[in-house]
């Protein structure tokens, strides 16, 4: 496999339900993102990890909790999810350092609706 | 802080018309530049960056360059295709600092046969 994977694709849950993303990347990568995109909304950075460090947007709710237990794996754990919580998330990753550093490389994305 | 900022959208075109995608951007000194195209049902990809002022980046005919004097990246083509039709985002990251790019809020485009 290359690039980056993300599992499940698309996920249904409801607002009781405990569920987790998984995302994987294959490319020597330093630093992992979690991205939300809603319709009609800019694209939102939730969490960053990187060798040293984790980032995390103040805004985003305690019911998404990330975990990266390595560079090459990141998750984010949701539960007691709101409908509004419904969207596509977005995995990334990229060197934190380099010629260009901010050039991400992005999986397919997990679709998530919250019933 | 940084910011960029992308023309609204969506953008309509018929096949074969020429394509412009207004972007600008705030930041101090010399941040990279890219463009990430998504198309539907997909991730983002990387389409072009540049990395220094006066540079262009060029990919799947569509090309950007960086101006300094204006602070912008736009992106252009010169004969669409349908298969083009999708979101377009502008992003910086900026120099020697945080690895964190800041992304535009993304332009949709529609290429009608």
């Known amino acids: 496999e290359t690039g980056v994977t993300q599992t499940p694709r698309h996920l249904v849950m409801g607002m009781t339900n405990k569920k987790s993303l998984k995302c994987e990347q294959h490319l020597g990568h330093n630093a992992m993102y979690w991205y939300k995109q809603s319709a009609k909304k800019p694209l939102e950075l939730m969490f960053v990890?990187?060798?040293?460090?984790?980032?995390e947007n103040n805004s985003v709710p305690s019911r998404f909790s990330p975990e990266c237990p390595n560079s090459s794996h990141l998750f984010l754990h949701l539960h007691t999810l709101q409908p509004e919580d419904s969207a596509l998330y977005l995995c990334?990753?990229?060197?934190?350092?380099?010629?260009?550093?901010?050039?991400?490389?992005f999986g397919e994305g997990s679709r998530l609706t919250v019933l | 802080g940084d910011s960029v900022t992308q023309m609204e959208g969506p953008v309509t075109l018929s096949e074969e018309a020429f394509l412009t995608i207004n972007c600008t951007y705030t930041?101090?000194?010399?941040?990279?530049l890219f463009w990430y195209v998504q198309y539907p049902g997909e991730g983002l990809q990387l389409l072009l960056k540049?990395?220094?002022?006066?540079d262009k980046g060029s990919n799947k005919g569509f090309e950007a360059t960086y101006r300094k004097e204006t602070t912008s990246f736009h992106l252009e083509k010169g004969s669409v295709q349908v298969s083009d039709s999708a979101v377009y985002f502008c992003a910086l990251s900026p120099p020697g600092g945080s690895y964190i790019p800041t992304f535009g809020r993304g332009t949709s485009l529609i290429v009608h046969p």
């Open positions: 990334a990753s990229s060197h934190k350092n380099g010629l260009a550093p901010g050039e991400l490389f």
């Open positions: 540049a990395t220094k002022a006066d």
């Open positions: 930041a101090t000194g010399y941040p990279s």
């Open positions: 990890y990187s060798l040293e460090e984790r980032v």
